[in-house]
């Protein structure tokens, strides 16, 4: 069985010796931040890892509420509204989930089922201000990833779970079969510039 190892520091998915593309690096030419100062990106960077912490520290019955700093607190009051009403069966092992095919590797926020339903769902956190449809290919890369080492069944739900500051939430779901495709394309064309130096 194929050993997937993850290096923190350099953010860097190795399986058994070999490199692999994370998701976020195959989506990147998607994203354009240019028009965000630095200050705000970090800031903003700092606060999501702090919520994505706090969030999986919850699900292991392992966070005291009283330590989250005040900019975090609003994001994690959204999380504890929609564990109450999605009530996800997952409460440890569901988090920060690695996955990976021979060709890419991601970590997917959480796995989980609802408390008397069948389906199985592929969630991402975020906690920006807004979430543009380049997720779905993301909640797709994770989803297609965790069927193939036997993780989900197939065709999972996949949603992003946008936090807000307001302490509420929205569930977005993303129903389009056509997602996993168009990660694959772009996973393609990125192999294709790293093979030729563009």
């Given amino acids: 069985m194929p050993t997937l190892k993850f290096d923190e520091p350099t953010h860097t998915y190795t399986l058994d010796g070999k490199i692999l593309p994370s998701v976020t690096q195959v989506l990147k030419p998607l994203y354009d931040f240019s028009g965000i100062p630095p ?8 606060i999501g890892t702090a919520v994505h912490k706090a969030i999986e520290l919850d699900l ?12 975090v607190a609003p994001y994690f009051a959204a999380w504890t509204r929609f564990k109450a009403e999605f009530r996800p069966e997952s409460q440890g092992g569901g988090s920060e989930v690695r996955v990976h095919t021979a060709s890419y590797a991601g970590t997917v926020d ?3 089922g609802r408390v008397g339903h069948s389906d199985t769902w592929v969630i991402d956190f975020k906690t920006s201000a807004q979430v543009g449809p380049v997720v779905a290919l993301q909640t797709a890369a994770y989803a297609y990833a965790a069927h193939e080492m036997g993780a989900v069944p197939h065709g999972p739900k996949r949603a ?10 929205k569930l977005i779901e993303h129903k389009d079969r056509a997602d996993t495709s168009i990660f694959l394309s772009l996973l393609n064309v990125f192999n294709w510039r790293a093979q030729n130096g563009c």
């Fill in 39 to 46: 200050e705000v990106l970090e800031r903003k960077r700092q």
């Fill in 60 to 71: 292991l019955d392992d966070l005291d509420p009283a330590s989250l700093a005040p900019e």
């Fill in 160 to 169: 992003a779970l946008h936090l807000l500051p307001t302490g509420l939430y």
């Fill in 110 to 112: 959480l796995i989980t």
